[in-house]
């Protein structure tokens, strides 16, 4: 369950959906799926969207997932957008993705992605001053950034990256996106060299 002084958790995952100027402060959270802003684009015809949320001064443990966005792709996915998030000031420890930006939402393998890509443009996502240890559940990265083909997303920034995995060096995954502020491998790439489980 995640607390904040906002009383904002929504079961043990938040779902944050059409939402405009949220700011979430001083968040605790153990045992949970994560801090979830989606599912955009779920609906097919329907638009979504997030905008202007700031999430920081976060302590994540025993998570599947840290700061996570999710838009969905797929034939039936629906349309919208996700602009300027801000996750910041966040300590994960023993979480199996710390960050997760997810174009290719819901459980879609990746030539189901490729031929029905995500209509959610992604802009001006800011991932700032993440510390800590994963689970290595995943291996040795750390944090996953898929883009879906087709799909706008840019601006896409980390910075003051200092997360690590008890599986070896720290990498971060990156399909579809480039220029995100730090060194990161395509998945294809990892998964050649053995760097994800």
Wanted: hydrophobic share 35%.
């Amino acid at each position: 369950m995640c607390k904040h002084e906002l009383k904002r958790a929504i079961t043990s995952k938040w779902h944050a959906v059409n939402g405009v100027t949220f700011h979430g402060p001083d968040i605790y959270c153990n045992s949970t799926h994560g801090i979830s802003m989606g599912s955009i684009g779920q609906y097919e015809g329907v638009k979504d969207y997030i905008e202007n949320a700031y999430i920081e001064n976060v302590i994540m443990l025993n998570a599947e997932d840290g700061a996570r966005l999710e838009a969905w792709a797929g034939p039936t996915a629906g349309y919208g957008y996700i602009k300027n998030v801000t996750f910041k000031n966040f300590y994960a420890d023993n979480t199996a993705w710390p960050i997760v930006l997810d174009a290719c939402y819901f459980n879609v393998k990746p030539e189901i992605c490729s031929q029905y890509p995500s209509r959610v443009d992604i802009h001006d996502i800011v991932f700032k001053n993440f510390i800590g240890m994963s689970s290595g559940k995943n291996g040795r990265p750390v944090a996953k950034l898929t883009c879906s083909p087709n799909a706008v997303c840019d601006n896409i920034n980390l910075s003051e990256i200092d997360l690590h995995s008890p599986k070896g060096e720290a990498v971060i995954i990156c399909d579809g996106i480039s220029d995100v502020g730090v060194p990161c491998v395509p998945l294809t790439e990892a998964r050649k060299r053995g760097l994800v489980l």
